[in-house]
Structures are given as C-alpha cells and as structure tokens.
C-alpha cells in the first residue's frame, strides 16, 4: 500500500508570494494533519482536519490555512510569505483523528 | 510554557551496544506519548507509543519508560545497529480526541561501526 504522498517536494518562493503544498493520505485515513518543521528542529503542529472540517490549529498566523476534500487529500495554503516560513511542511494521516499518525517524506519549502 | 525537550542533542554508541534517549516533558496534562525516529530527507517514523496509565512498553529491540512522577521518557534500543542511525523526538499529546502532536527538538543517534 502506498504511504502519505506530497507534492511538490520541493519549493522556491520569494517572499510575498504565497504557496500551495498538496497530501494525499494512506487510503482509507480519514484525518490529516499538518506540521512545519525548522531546520534543527522537531515538528510543530500547523492543522488538523478530520471528515473535512477544522478539527485543531496550532499557534500559526492566519496567513496558514488548510482544507481537506471529499476524498481526504488536502491542501495547505500559506500567503504573504516570510524568510521564516522556509521549513519542511509535513502531512499525516491517520485513520480517525485520534489514533496513530503516518507522516509523509515532506516538502521542502525555501522562501527568498 | 508548556513543552516536550531533550536532554542530549547528539549520542554516540558503538554498534551492538544498547541505546538510550531520555526526553523530558513539562505538560502533566499529557497522556499519550511517542518516539518517532527521521532519517535524513525523510518523514518521522513511528517507534513505539505509551499512554500514561502504563510504566513501560516494549517493542521488537525497543522499550519505552514513562516515569510521571519526574516527567521523564526514554527510548531503549536494544544491541543498536548502523540503520538505526536517526534523529529522535519524543513527541506528547492531551488525549483530547484528536492527535496535534507536541515534538521535542531530537536527539542524534550515530551508531559507530
């Protein structure tokens, strides 16, 4: 079976521009959750969307916005870019929202 | 505030030997906990996960320890091979219903040949 996919997986932006960053989860999951991780250091948590609705947000601007479609990919949008949204954007899925998390490879995004 | 650290940024071990990574964590609130292994230009991989009504959980060469009374986590390896070569992050969670995970900032395993 096919794990959690991303695309594209990797991304030049200068700032200003905004960006759209792509998930599709292992199938069958039905949650998807999004996560930045700087460089050196651990993930933090962006979103979580579970049966296409907003189920948690971390402590990220409103510049970050995200959805989930009918068929449980989902998108993460992120507008105005700043030198310090360059980060590797995770995507992970689990079946429902509360149980084991499977994180794709990422998709490396350079903001200039 | 509230967080999930780590008390060694990089360990070295040599292969064959046993591992371990301590991880600290603040959140007494926190009832579900979870090492996760990154290899270079990859995603987290899940390890092994303990809830907080356990003391300890073992896994094939892995064992997690939870002591609440310290707020403290490790990861056991056990006879650690050149693959397990990694960052590591303990990672906590409320057990709310839903899963946003909270990371440590990782430790660097480098298993010596």
């Known amino acids: 079976d096919a794990g959690v996919t991303q695309s594209p997986t990797h991304l030049i932006k200068t700032r200003g521009q905004h960006v759209t960053l792509r998930c599709s989860p292992i199938?069958?999951?039905?949650?998807v959750s999004w996560y930045q991780q700087v460089l050196g250091q651990g993930p933090q948590f962006i979103f979580q969307?579970?049966?296409?609705?907003?189920?948690g947000r971390g402590n990220f601007p409103d510049r970050f916005s995200a959805r989930q479609f009918p068929n449980y990919s989902s998108e993460l949008n992120v507008n105005a870019l700043l030198l310090g949204d360059s980060a590797l954007y995770l995507c992970?899925?689990?079946?429902?929202?509360?149980?084991?998390?499977?994180f794709g490879p990422g998709t490396r995004l350079t903001v200039l | 505030g509230e967080s999930v650290g780590l008390h060694l940024p990089t360990l070295s071990v040599q292969e064959g030997d046993n591992s371990i990574i301590n991880c600290a964590y603040s959140?007494?609130?926190?009832?579900?906990f979870i090492w996760y292994k990154q290899e270079s230009g990859k995603g987290p991989q899940f390890i092994i996960d303990?809830?907080?009504?356990?003391d300890k959980r073992q896994g094939q060469r892995v064992t997690v320890l939870l002591n609440k009374t310290v707020k403290h986590l490790s990861l056991q390896i056990a006879a650690t091979q050149p693959g397990d070569s990694a960052v590591y992050f303990c990672?906590?969670?409320?057990?709310?219903?839903?899963?946003?995970?909270?990371f440590g900032s990782g430790t660097r395993l480098q298993v010596q040949p």
């Open positions: 992970a899925s689990s079946l429902h929202r509360n149980n084991e998390q499977f």
């Open positions: 199938s069958g999951h039905k949650s």
């Open positions: 969307y579970y049966e296409k609705e907003e189920r």
């Open positions: 959140n007494s609130a926190s009832d579900y």
């Open positions: 303990i809830r907080s009504n356990m």
């Open positions: 990672a906590e969670n409320k057990d709310t219903g839903r899963r946003a995970l909270t």
